[in-house]
């Protein structure tokens, strides 16, 4: 799990109002708003994991093992997520932090895209 929310912040930053849209054009990775920091990230992780084990159950099994639990995730975890941004800032609740999810231990280069939607 990697923690976006200063890289979304400098992005908006000086951009008005309008919607953030992050997107990953990843079959393996999603993004999620969650709390991170007090043990919630490491609470997805380990959900994640026992409803996605790494096992021999899956049919995609290209890369290591388990690699089809991957594929499965971003149904669970979307590969998008829209923050709403109001005066150049991110409209988050205190608590609430963007992240990359990522299980795929087979490709360690992701992209990430940003898009601000002005309104």
């Known amino acids: 799990m990697l923690d976006l929310t200063s890289d979304c912040a400098d ?18 990775a999603g993004l ?3 709390e991170t920091g007090a043990g919630s990230d490491d609470d997805l992780l380990a959900a994640l ?3 996605l084990p790494a096992d021999d159950r899956w049919r995609h099994r290209h ?10 995730m971003p149904a669970l975890v979307p590969p998008y997520a ?3 941004v109001e ?4 409209a988050l609740g205190t608590w609430q ?3 990359l999810v990522d ?9 990430v895209r940003l898009d601000l939607l002005s309104g």
């Open 11 to 28: 992005f908006v930053r000086d951009g008005g109002d309008g919607l953030l849209h992050v997107f990953v054009p990843h079959a393996t």
């Open 32 to 34: 999620a708003i969650i």
């Open 49 to 51: 994991e026992d409803l």
């Open 63 to 72: 890369g290591t093992y388990g690699h089809g639990r991957s594929h499965v």
């Open 82 to 84: 829209t923050v709403p």
């Open 87 to 90: 005066g150049g800032r991110l």
């Open 97 to 99: 932090s963007i992240c």
């Open 103 to 111: 299980l795929n231990v087979d490709n360690h280069d992701r992209t």
